[in-house]
């Protein structure tokens, strides 16, 4: 017997809307492992006691039923955390613990595999950073550059500080992902979007060259002068923004005030051919922008390209200097979350060695089964075609689904130690965090800038089978399972595999509760308003527009979109609940131990979520998706009419 479950299932029963269930006619949950056989029984009844510690009993589920299931959860972590929240902090901590083991033992066997000893070295450059000193960063430039700023041109210095991925005035060249096998060399006008805002630490780390600098209220009027008129040129005169294909040789052709040949080279380290593509927006503006650079001022248009790199460094995610304080405590823990966006490779192949490498073959089993039977249902839904869409669409999102793929972990899978090692050799450490900072920027976007020209197919094979993220990417977007709609990918990262999320020891209730309903969650945005439009190969199509003359769809999508903050958000909570329901499926309705703890488990995700700007509130997505299943109420023993039954049911997928 389940400990404290008689106690778990008589305050289940006792707050139902309709008739209470008896404890007596209430069976355990199922307690067989689908995948592994015989479950851990420990892990289950710890975990259904966690569960029911956030209950407030004295709620009434069938009104509210975020109040019932998380009531609890505030008093216990406070306001502002989230259970993702509590894992990255667990993953954090064990970083922390393992890098100083390791730093006190310097003959320990990590040290003889890749990555780690340059990791550890990041580390503590880190940790003994001083008082911030932004200069540093320019001091470690070219210094051939910095000598000559009043007489270089302007792109030369861009594509200098382009090697380090800044890339965001005058006019903009990135190497991005582009669908699910090729990077693509991306050429824009000036971000109109951004402003500088020159503060008197960058002021101080620049004008400590030597050189004669105007006073700093002058010199932030000038750069607004400056921006006004980035921003007269580059802002669009009409809605369309859309990418369009060029050869470098028809892009030199139509700009040709600009060395494009030797900017190229200078960012990407190689000569780029008269014939190789880029993706371009506005041509005209870029145009228009070089001419008006060509003949400003020089030496201001490059100081303010520096001023614009320091802003940009500042603001990467968890750069320490930007919260840098004195006697600061945490420094470890900041440097971590700092080196995983910074040194992303590498830091995840440490973990991978160090932490979950002997549960991978067992949590791959069971997320890959789960994931599979989600595709095969939402193929045959795709399928059943309810929307009466063309055979031709339905063919093309059928093949989306069927060929989408999933990453636990976020490492490509099956690779030897020889490429970790290859990457190590890429990577250079130095003496200073400054340094470092700068080496691991330097270290990706060379990588990325490579792999955009690469014709070895091997290693495109490995780079495209997992994401190494760009060092700007948010800070959520490792914290749990994503859809990555350029690679048809779903990626599962490792503070997911992990409880309260996941664990492949769980009971069916509590294993579909929750990743059924995250990768539930998941697939459905490969459909959802925003990503239909990428293909089986992540490329941009026209489905939206297809689906948006079909008037069942589009009663579908506005049934659901009456209240949502990110419609593409509730279509993917309301359709992923639908789908990972089918998908558990079986005679789990009869056995009411079962149902709960699966709502139980499946709330458990939003609690302490405020939302943000992407998303509702935990309460609204949670309150609002189960207000569409109706299986829901029938667990809960819901009257028709009261809160989580009142929302209209809105037919989508």
């Not at 600098?213 to 010199?219: N, T």
Request: hydrophobic share 35%; charged share 20%; net charge negative.
């Amino acid at each position: 017997m389940v400990r404290n479950l008689w106690t778990a299932l008589l305050l289940l029963g006792s707050a139902t809307c309709g008739s209470s269930v008896p404890v007596s006619q209430s069976p355990d949950p199922e307690q067989s492992c689908p995948y592994l056989g015989e479950c851990n029984s420990t892990i289950n009844e710890q975990h259904i006691d966690t569960l029911m510690s956030y209950v407030d009993s004295e709620q009434n589920p069938c009104e509210d039923f975020y109040a019932y299931a998380c009531g609890k959860w505030r008093a216990r972590h406070g306001s502002h955390t989230t259970a993702t929240m509590i894992s990255e902090s667990q993953i954090n901590r064990q970083y922390e613990d393992l890098f100083l083991q390791l730093l006190r033992n310097p003959s320990a066997p990590e040290y003889g595999y890749p990555m780690y000893a340059k990791v550890l070295a990041h580390y503590q450059s880190c940790l003994v950073l001083e008082k911030p000193d932004l200069r540093r960063y320019i001091e470690l430039l070219d210094r051939e550059l910095l000598a000559s700023l009043s007489s270089m041109h302007w792109m030369h210095l861009l594509a200098a500080l382009g090697r380090y991925g800044y890339h965001g005035h005058y006019v903009q060249v990135e190497v991005r992902w582009y669908n699910a096998t090729h990077h693509m060399i991306f050429l824009q006008p000036h971000n109109h979007h951004l402003n500088l805002t020159l503060t008197e630490d960058i002021y101080d780390a620049l004008c400590q060259d030597g050189s004669s600098w105007p006073p700093l209220h002058q010199l932030q009027e000038q750069f607004k002068s400056l921006e006004q008129n980035l921003v007269r040129l580059a802002k669009p005169h009409s809605a369309d923004d859309t990418f369009r294909n060029y050869s470098l040789e028809q892009i030199r052709t139509a700009v040709p005030a600009l060395q494009w040949d030797e900017a190229l080279r200078m960012q990407l380290g190689r000569t780029v051919a008269g014939d190789h593509v880029f993706q371009v927006d506005d041509l005209d503006a870029i145009k228009g922008l070089v001419e008006y650079l060509n003949t400003a001022d020089t030496l201001l248009l490059n100081r303010y390209s520096l001023a614009r790199f320091l802003s940009h460094l500042l603001e990467l995610p968890h750069n320490p200097l930007a919260t840098w304080r004195t006697g600061q405590r945490s420094r470890g823990r900041s440097c971590i979350r700092h080196m995983r966006r910074s040194v992303y490779l590498p830091m995840n192949y440490v973990y991978e060695r160090s932490f979950y490498a002997r549960r991978r073959h067992a949590d791959e089993l069971v997320i890959h089964s789960v994931f599979q039977q989600l595709q095969s249902q939402l193929e045959q839904r795709v399928q059943h075609n309810v929307f009466n869409l063309s055979q031709e669409l339905v063919n093309s999102l059928q093949a989306k689904v069927h060929q989408m793929r999933i990453n636990v972990g976020n490492l490509p899978p099956n690779v030897s130690e020889q490429f970790y090692w290859h990457s190590d050799r890429r990577w250079s450490v130095g003496s200073d965090f400054y340094e470092n900072h700068l080496n691991s920027l330097l270290y990706y976007y060379t990588l990325v800038a490579d792999l955009e020209s690469s014709s070895d197919q091997e290693e495109r094979d490995i780079w495209y089978s997992f994401n190494m993220h760009t060092p700007e990417f948010p800070d959520n977007i490792d914290a749990t399972p994503y859809f990555y709609c350029l690679g048809n990918i779903i990626f599962v990262p490792y503070s997911y595999v992990r409880r309260p999320f996941f664990d492949a020891n769980f009971w069916p209730a509590l294993l579909y509760g929750d990743l059924a309903n995250t990768l539930g969650h998941e697939i459905m945005h490969a459909l959802d308003t925003d990503l239909v439009d990428y293909d089986a190969r992540g490329n941009l199509r026209n489905f939206s527009d297809q689906l948006g003359v079909v008037e069942l769809y589009q009663g579908g999508v506005g049934c659901l979109n009456s209240s949502a903050v990110m419609l593409n958000e509730r279509t993917s909570d309301v359709s992923g609940s639908r789908l990972a329901l089918q998908t558990y499926g079986g005679d789990w309705l009869t056995r009411s131990g079962n149902g709960r703890l699966y709502f139980l488990q499946f709330a458990h995700f939003f609690c302490g979520d405020e939302g943000d700007q992407y998303h509702d509130s935990g309460s609204q997505r949670l309150n609002y998706a189960l207000g569409q299943v109706p299986q829901f109420a029938e667990v809960f023993g819901c009257h028709v009419g009261s809160g989580m039954t009142s929302a209209e049911q809105c037919p989508f997928w």
